[in-house]
């Protein structure tokens, strides 16, 4: 089944698996670009073994499958953006708070910038970094993917994307599925253990 973007077709497990990959690299990216600002140093981010953060992942999932009609109108796509990754982090926050025994990964009660705050799970900041990446999403990387898709051919672009999109899966599966079930370690030991987490 193809999904029609701004440039062209492009198969829907392709695009899905593009929104994967930029998604949850640009996470990785702007996480560790947040806290070396808030913390001075760079610190490992997200449960994963490589430059990509899972929750991201789903929350560009999220953003495209309830947004992907609305993109004559940007601010209805950011407001939506912002209130459906702002969900998604607090439920993430408060679900892995309680398996986690008040250990979630993240609490924006002790960071800057921290407008907003509710429990530590989510911040004015977060959600509106939430909307404006649902705005980079639609009207700059979905176009670009379409642009790149275009620039190298359906089949080298498919192949690059599931590709990475499988490596990225792999590593989400194994850290927050098998390592946690059957106790073995996981990236975020492995890195906390080598003093990078």
């Given at each position: ?6 440039n062209?077709?492009m198969s829907?497990g392709?695009?899905?698996m ?19 600002y ?5 610190v490992?981010?997200?449960s994963?073994?490589g ?19 609305l993109?004559k109108?940007p601010w ?8 459906i ?7 993430a ?9 008040g250990?979630?990964g ?22 509106l ?6 705005l980079l ?12 898709q ?6 080298a672009?498919?192949r690059i994307?599931v590709?990475?999109?499988i490596?990225?899966l ?6 927050d599925?098998?390592a946690?079930m059957f106790g073995?370690?996981?990236?975020a030991k ?8």
């Open positions: 089944m193809k999904q029609k973007t701004e062209g077709a829907l392709v695009l899905l593009g929104i994967i990959v930029c998604a949850g690299i640009f996470g990785w990216v702007y996480e560790t670009l947040f806290y070396l808030n913390d001075g140093q760079i490992k981010r997200g994963c073994f430059p990509w953060i899972d929750i991201y992942c789903l929350g560009g999932l999220l953003m495209y499958f309830m947004c992907r009609k993109t109108s209805l796509v950011a407001v939506l953006c912002g209130a990754c702002g969900a998604l982090e607090y439920a926050g408060f679900i892995l708070d309680r398996v986690n025994k250990h979630w993240w609490d924006y009660s002790t960071e800057k910038l921290n407008f907003g705050n509710i429990n530590g799970y989510i911040c004015f900041r977060s959600v970094t939430f909307a404006l990446s649902g999403l639609f009207y700059v990387i979905l176009p670009w993917l379409a642009w790149l275009k620039k190298l051919g359906e089949k672009f498919s994307v590709t990475l999109g490596i990225i792999i590593d989400i599966a194994y850290n599925i098998a946690y073995m370690p996981g990236a492995i890195y906390r253990d080598l003093g990078w987490f």
